[in-house]
């Protein structure tokens, strides 16, 4: 089974650096996608919270955790 797999592999590992081969310019479109995808997505959660006021003190200035008499 092993000298199969060794087989395969020295058959086909030249494919591997083949310009273009194994779909790498398709994994970087879909990359470059994603990575645009997460910045507008990062975008919108921070206007939201702007807008909602919610920033990074939000449990301050809405007396979690604080009592005034």
Request: proline share 1%; aromatic share 6%; glycine share 16%.
């Amino acid at each position: 089974m092993l000298s199969r797999w060794k087989q395969e592999f020295v058959e086909r590992s030249p494919k591997l650096f083949e310009k273009g081969g194994g779909g790498q310019d398709e994994r970087d479109r879909r990359i470059a996608e994603l990575e645009g995808m997460v910045g507008r997505m990062a975008l919108e959660l921070d206007m939201k919270k702007k807008y909602c006021g919610t920033g990074t003190r939000a449990g301050a200035e809405t007396g979690a955790g604080s009592h005034v008499e």
